[in-house]
């Protein structure tokens, strides 16, 4: 089982930057990758990125394609989202993900609230 915990969320302003981390735990060596998902009020879980962990590969959602980073630190077993330009459309609360070699999702952070004013 993998053990996640996100941190780096806060208040800031539209325009503003913001880095989370999400720091893994306990059968990281099974990982086939991570990603960060969030949620809004009243909306569903969505994708925001994804990276493979062997090779760093990286994944989009449109709608932070060109904003948003996600990168890893395999030493210190960290994912990292790096998130410029903020709009109030991306306040929600931010959730880390671990994929399993079957490329399910199968383990959660606790999430990590961000808020972004106008």
């Known amino acids: 089982q993998v053990q996640l915990v996100e941190s780096g969320g806060g208040l800031v302003q539209a325009g503003d930057s913001l880095r989370l981390s999400c720091a893994a735990s306990?059968?990281?060596?099974?990982?086939?990758?991570m990603g960060w998902f969030r949620q809004a009020p009243g909306k569903e879980r969505e994708f925001v990125a994804a990276?493979?962990?062997?090779?760093?590969?990286?994944f989009y959602a449109d709608s932070v394609k060109g904003r948003f980073t996600i990168s890893r630190d395999k030493g210190k077993n960290t994912v990292y989202l790096q998130m410029n330009s903020l709009t109030p459309e991306d306040t929600a609360v931010y959730y880390c993900?671990?994929?399993?070699?079957?490329?399910?999702?199968?383990?959660w952070g606790q999430g990590t609230q961000v808020t972004v004013s106008s």
């Open positions: 993900a671990a994929r399993n070699p079957g490329r399910e999702y199968d383990a």
């Open positions: 990276i493979v962990w062997s090779i760093g590969s990286t």
């Open positions: 306990g059968r990281t060596f099974s990982m086939y990758g």
